[in-house]
């Protein structure tokens, strides 16, 4: 634990005490698990079983940093702890809850996508001869930027043998979590691929009865299951109408007896598993072909139509490449009709693109769509602001999609510069400003867009980056003495810091005094600046006379 500072214990559950921690050298933010096992031989066993997780690296499965253990004397516990990835939005188990307290459904789409993410991390560890042994909604974590409707799922919390068999660890388990084990476990102890796959169908009818049934009502569902498969004929027929495929399914993994359960193999001949595998662009699969993916292209480059790019888009939303390209092709077509793509754009297009911000093909095409859009009442939103705010940081060294980001940042704050301001986007202009001083074009931007966020009222962020700011005005007339508009802009950009009390005092600091002075005579032929250098050091001589005498 020397590596690491407690954040926050969110306590004891089913497996282990979990403690947010930060690693001292990289501050980075980490999950500690806390896993008490029988005796120290057990410990040492685990320990051993556990180190090969640390090389595990795939989309779809948790990732895992370190691996210690420890002895509290006091208590005679000895534990295995595990620090592994951080999931802020929690797991699976917790958002059925929520949903089931509404009585809402979980949408057939997410069903589809998850069903699939999950699978595809099961294969992975299939493929490396690792069983699960843990599968339940609370070991499936949502990865995404709080938006639960658009976020992947990731499988965490895989046991080894000998944590799955110790006794402190099995006699602690409520029957809650014991319905997701398959019966063959509480008879016999093998822990097989097919007991991951009856797992795996628990988790699936909780996903499809989030809006039918009580939490107690699939609970003793799944109790009832694990002795009579019959018992759940009358819900999946129900469910046919909800979602046929899924329901069918859960009729063929939910089985009592292993041998007449759903194997690995079928998942590979399955039309429907098959084709949300490819969705998310699965590496654990074979497909028939490559020809249907390519129709898929073609048809989606034949037809123009917005509605047809929404649904590819809906469709393939966790498969990158595919985004990446009906991104570029609908920013490319000449007849989408941008009405339809901004009533679209903050309702299904920025969830999408949110999940790849980190593409910047992606972002620059969606940029370039957003400018078609972006005088769209409809568009003049925070959720718009906040959506490319994201970027800034991202691509703070990326010129090209800065200047984009500036000028559709200008169209927003010229039309209500309070949504910039609430959006805290002062501190990444001046960081932008900062690293591109020697750009005229970035800096003019930006000199415009702090004008408009300032002209109207002054802001604590903006007063808190004051000294900083005026520092980088000196430093552009410095780098760009002779570009009239670049100078016209940084006049207008300070003119609202004039009237703050502690602009005198950096006014002496700075100097700014002589470098508008020494403008207004270096461009003396170019009326707009001429007038923007006029007014300023007319409100300075109001303020302080004394200033032109230094």
């Given at each position: 634990?020397?590596?690491?500072?407690?954040?926050?214990?969110?306590?004891?559950?089913?497996?282990?005490?979990?403690?947010?921690?930060?690693?001292?050298?990289?501050?980075?933010?980490?999950?500690?698990?806390?896993?008490?096992?029988?005796?120290?031989?057990?410990?040492?066993?685990?320990?051993?079983?556990?180190?090969?997780?640390?090389?595990?690296?795939?989309?779809?499965?948790?990732?895992?940093?370190?691996?210690?253990?420890?002895?509290?004397?006091?208590?005679?516990?000895?534990?295995?702890?595990?620090?592994?990835?951080?999931?802020?939005?929690?797991?699976?188990?917790?958002?059925?809850?929520?949903?089931?307290?509404?009585?809402?459904?979980?949408?057939?789409?997410?069903?589809?996508?998850?069903?699939?993410?999950?699978?595809?991390?099961?294969?992975?560890?299939?493929?490396?001869?690792?069983?699960?042994?843990?599968?339940?909604?609370?070991?499936?974590?949502?990865?995404?930027?709080?938006?639960?409707?658009?976020?992947?799922?990731?499988?965490?919390?895989?046991?080894?043998?000998?944590?799955?068999?110790?006794?402190?660890?099995?006699?602690?388990?409520?029957?809650?979590?014991?319905?997701?084990?398959?019966?063959?476990?509480?008879?016999?102890?093998?822990?097989?691929?097919?007991?991951?796959?009856?797992?795996?169908?628990?988790?699936?009818?909780?996903?499809?009865?989030?809006?039918?049934?009580?939490?107690?009502?699939?609970?003793?569902?799944?109790?009832?299951?694990?002795?009579d498969a019959s018992t759940l004929s009358e819900t999946l027929e129900n469910l046919q109408n909800v979602h046929e495929t899924i329901s069918t399914l859960i009729g063929q993994m939910v089985v009592p007896n292993p041998e007449e359960r759903l194997k690995e193999e079928d998942f590979l001949h399955n039309e429907y598993i098959i084709e949300n595998m490819h969705n998310i662009d699965s590496s654990q699969m074979k497909y028939p072909s490559h020809s249907d993916k390519q129709q898929t292209r073609n048809?989606?480059?034949?037809?123009?139509?917005?509605?047809?790019?929404?649904?590819?888009?809906?469709?393939?939303?966790?498969?990158?490449?595919?985004?990446?390209?009906?991104?570029?092709?609908?920013?490319?077509?000449?007849?989408?009709?941008?009405?339809?793509?901004?009533?679209?754009?903050?309702?299904?297009?920025?969830?999408?693109?949110?999940?790849?911000?980190?593409?910047?093909?992606?972002?620059?095409?969606?940029?370039?769509?957003?400018?078609?859009?972006?005088?769209?009442?409809?568009?003049?939103?925070?959720?718009?602001?906040?959506?490319?705010?994201?970027?800034?940081?991202?691509?703070?060294?990326?010129?090209?999609?800065?200047?984009?980001?500036?000028?559709?940042?200008?169209?927003?704050?010229?039309?209500?510069?309070?949504?910039?301001?609430?959006?805290?986007?002062?501190?990444?202009?001046?960081?932008?400003?900062?690293?591109?001083?020697?750009?005229?074009?970035?800096?003019?931007?930006?000199?415009?867009?702090?004008?408009?966020?300032?002209?109207?009222?002054?802001?604590?962020?903006?007063?808190?980056?004051?000294?900083?700011?005026?520092?980088?005005?000196?430093?552009?007339?410095?780098?760009?003495?002779?570009?009239?508009?670049?100078?016209?802009?940084?006049?207008?950009?300070?003119?609202?810091?004039?009237?703050?009390?502690?602009?005198?005092?950096?006014?002496?600091?700075?100097?700014?005094?002589?470098?508008?002075?020494?403008?207004?005579?270096?461009?003396?032929?170019?009326?707009?600046?001429?007038?923007?250098?006029?007014?300023?050091?007319?409100?300075?001589?109001?303020?302080?006379?004394?200033?032109?005498?230094?």
């Amino acid at each position: 634990m020397d590596k690491y500072i407690i954040d926050q214990n969110l306590g004891l559950d089913t497996l282990a005490e979990r403690i947010i921690v930060r690693q001292k050298e990289s501050n980075k933010t980490y999950l500690l698990s806390k896993m008490e096992l029988m005796d120290m031989a057990t410990t040492a066993v685990a320990y051993q079983e556990y180190l090969p997780l640390l090389n595990l690296s795939y989309e779809n499965v948790s990732l895992y940093f370190d691996i210690f253990t420890s002895v509290e004397h006091k208590i005679s516990a000895t534990f295995i702890n595990l620090i592994s990835e951080y999931f802020p939005m929690g797991n699976l188990d917790i958002y059925l809850q929520k949903l089931r307290n509404k009585k809402s459904v979980l949408n057939n789409q997410l069903v589809d996508m998850w069903f699939a993410q999950i699978l595809d991390g099961l294969m992975f560890l299939w493929n490396q001869n690792i069983i699960h042994r843990n599968l339940k909604p609370d070991c499936i974590y949502l990865c995404g930027e709080n938006n639960e409707e658009n976020c992947s799922v990731i499988i965490g919390d895989i046991i080894p043998s000998s944590v799955a068999y110790d006794l402190r660890m099995r006699t602690r388990l409520p029957r809650r979590a014991l319905s997701y084990t398959a019966p063959e476990i509480l008879e016999s102890g093998q822990y097989t691929i097919q007991s991951d796959i009856y797992s795996l169908g628990c988790i699936l009818l909780d996903m499809i009865t989030c809006d039918t049934l009580t939490d107690e009502e699939t609970l003793q569902l799944r109790i009832c299951a694990r002795h009579d498969a019959s018992t759940l004929s009358e819900t999946l027929e129900n469910l046919q109408n909800v979602h046929e495929t899924i329901s069918t399914l859960i009729g063929q993994m939910v089985v009592p007896n292993p041998e007449e359960r759903l194997k690995e193999e079928d998942f590979l001949h399955n039309e429907y598993i098959i084709e949300n595998m490819h969705n998310i662009d699965s590496s654990q699969m074979k497909y028939p072909s490559h020809s249907d993916k390519q129709q898929t292209r073609n048809d989606l480059g034949n037809n123009e139509k917005f509605e047809y790019y929404l649904n590819y888009l809906k469709q393939h939303r966790n498969a990158e490449s595919r985004i990446e390209y009906a991104i570029q092709l609908c920013n490319r077509s000449k007849s989408v009709d941008l009405s339809s793509l901004a009533i679209c754009f903050q309702k299904d297009i920025i969830p999408i693109v949110e999940h790849f911000l980190s593409n910047s093909n992606i972002v620059q095409n969606t940029l370039e769509l957003l400018v078609k859009i972006i005088h769209n009442d409809m568009i003049i939103t925070s959720q718009t602001v906040t959506f490319v705010r994201k970027m800034i940081p991202l691509y703070e060294n990326n010129e090209d999609i800065i200047k984009k980001i500036a000028d559709i940042l200008i169209v927003l704050a010229t039309q209500d510069a309070k949504l910039l301001n609430n959006a805290r986007i002062a501190s990444h202009l001046v960081q932008i400003m900062t690293k591109h001083e020697q750009n005229a074009d970035v800096s003019a931007k930006c000199c415009t867009l702090l004008w408009l966020m300032a002209k109207d009222s002054m802001t604590n962020e903006l007063r808190g980056h004051q000294a900083t700011i005026l520092s980088i005005f000196l430093n552009i007339l410095q780098n760009h003495p002779d570009n009239s508009d670049l100078f016209t802009k940084v006049c207008f950009a300070f003119l609202p810091f004039i009237f703050e009390k502690s602009t005198v005092d950096y006014l002496v600091q700075f100097n700014l005094v002589r470098y508008f002075t020494i403008g207004l005579q270096q461009h003396n032929d170019n009326r707009p600046a001429i007038k923007a250098a006029l007014t300023v050091l007319s409100e300075l001589f109001k303020l302080d006379g004394i200033l032109f005498f230094k």
